[in-house]
């Protein structure tokens, strides 16, 4: 049944998850033991993560996702429910939701994630309501559920809004995602694994002239952030954080893009700022420990100190024009 139902700036389609952080002093060698420092279990996950951020910023927002008849489920549930987002969960019988176990190294804040997801949580066309996806603004997707994401972002194409993907890995179905995207925002190593160019810049290049994409972004962890928009490079260096945790980084930087792009910012002011949401999500335990006002974001952008830039003008002048 479709009915008429409140058009929100921002929609997720995809990914949940209960992370389990385990802090360790140091990374245990094979057959070892270490004493590890906290355990806590919280809500994450690539899409959930990015729309509960947005949510706590000011937009109205949406969620698609499956879960698990378990407690991670339920509670999943009841954070949507707390923050105010309009969720559409599907629960699976006799499935535990997707969990990962995330050993967070506390001197760095570096992480190695174990993770479990039932074939049965991928989420599929039959899971979607067409007026889910065009009473939006902005559509949100992950590389996982990459055939949902598809046909997701023909919807919200017809329907004028803008497209944006979390692209990690390469996962079937991305093919057919990718020329849908108005802004695929890629881990370091996407863009060189499915284009084939070793070289990032060439294969941000690549990448955004064979699908078409408004602007191609790779999130480069502690080195921040580049993108490319078809004619110069935009590179933003991550800001100096007193980080314990990178767990959700690049989501929270995926929100925050969102929230750029709906208020039309600047690529630079967009990127800067993207990078300081995810800087300050570094520094609490959990995908969404930091998840900070936009004031103190700000504040971050234009007081903040960087760290070292991988990147000078003169390397971006001359990756542009070559």
Request: aromatic letters at 10%; a negative charge.
């Amino acid at each position: 049944m479709c009915l008429d139902i409140p058009i929100v700036d921002v929609v997720g389609v995809g990914q949940n998850a209960l992370d389990t952080l385990i802090e360790l002093p140091s990374f245990p060698a094979f057959n070892s033991e270490v004493e590890f420092l906290s355990a806590r279990a919280l809500p994450g996950g690539q899409i959930a993560t990015a729309v509960i951020a947005c949510q706590q910023w000011g937009f109205k927002t949406r969620y698609i996702g499956k879960v698990g008849d378990d407690a991670a489920g339920q509670l999943h549930r009841a954070e949507f429910d707390r923050a105010g987002v309009e969720s559409h969960l599907t629960t699976i019988p006799n499935c535990m939701s997707q969990s990962s176990y995330i050993l967070v190294h506390r001197p760095t804040g570096e992480r190695t994630i174990l993770y479990r997801r039932d074939d049965r949580l991928g989420l599929f066309p039959e899971d979607l309501q067409r007026n889910w996806i065009t009473a939006s603004r902005l559509l949100h997707v992950d590389g996982h559920n990459a055939v949902a994401g598809t046909v997701a972002a023909h919807w919200a194409r017809d329907a004028g809004a803008v497209v944006m993907a979390d692209l990690d890995h390469i996962y079937p179905g991305i093919q057919e995602l990718l020329p849908l995207l108005d802004y695929p925002i890629t881990s370091r190593s996407f863009p060189t694994a499915w284009t084939g160019e070793p070289d990032l810049f060439r294969a941000l290049k690549t990448l955004r002239a064979r699908y078409g994409n408004r602007l191609a972004c790779a999130t480069l962890g502690c080195d921040g952030a580049l993108a490319w928009d078809g004619s110069r490079f935009w590179y933003s260096p991550a800001f100096r954080v007193n980080a314990i945790d990178a767990t959700g980084a690049g989501d929270i930087f995926d929100a925050a893009f969102a929230y750029g792009l709906l208020h039309n910012w600047p690529v630079d002011f967009l990127l800067d700022f993207s990078c300081a949401a995810a800087g300050l999500n570094c520094t609490i335990l959990g995908a969404r420990g930091g998840i900070k006002p936009i004031e103190e974001i700000q504040g971050l952008r234009h007081n903040g100190d960087r760290l070292p830039a991988a990147f000078s003008q003169e390397e971006l002048a001359r990756a542009a024009r070559t």
